[in-house]
């Protein structure tokens, strides 16, 4: 079972009951995951976004479509 990169503790969740793009919270932290592939497992941390879409404060070079 993975554990949290930020407080290492357990993540507990059934890895056969996961999918792509499923969030995964941790129960000791609550640092959130998405998981980005089963196969093998990837989890990617959820950065807290407390900015708003529509401003770009500082950095807008993010290129997405
Ligand atoms: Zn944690």
């Given amino acids: 079972m993975p554990s949290c990169p930020e407080c ?18 941790c129960d000791e932290c609550g640092t959130e995951y998405e998981v980005v592939a089963t196969e093998p497992l990837e989890l990617s941390r959820k ?18 479509e």
């Fill in 8 to 25: 290492e503790s357990a993540l507990d969740f059934d890895e056969d009951e996961i999918e792509e793009g499923d969030l995964i919270v």
């Fill in 47 to 64: 950065e807290e976004s407390g900015y708003d879409d529509h401003d770009g404060d500082e950095h807008a070079d993010e290129e997405e």
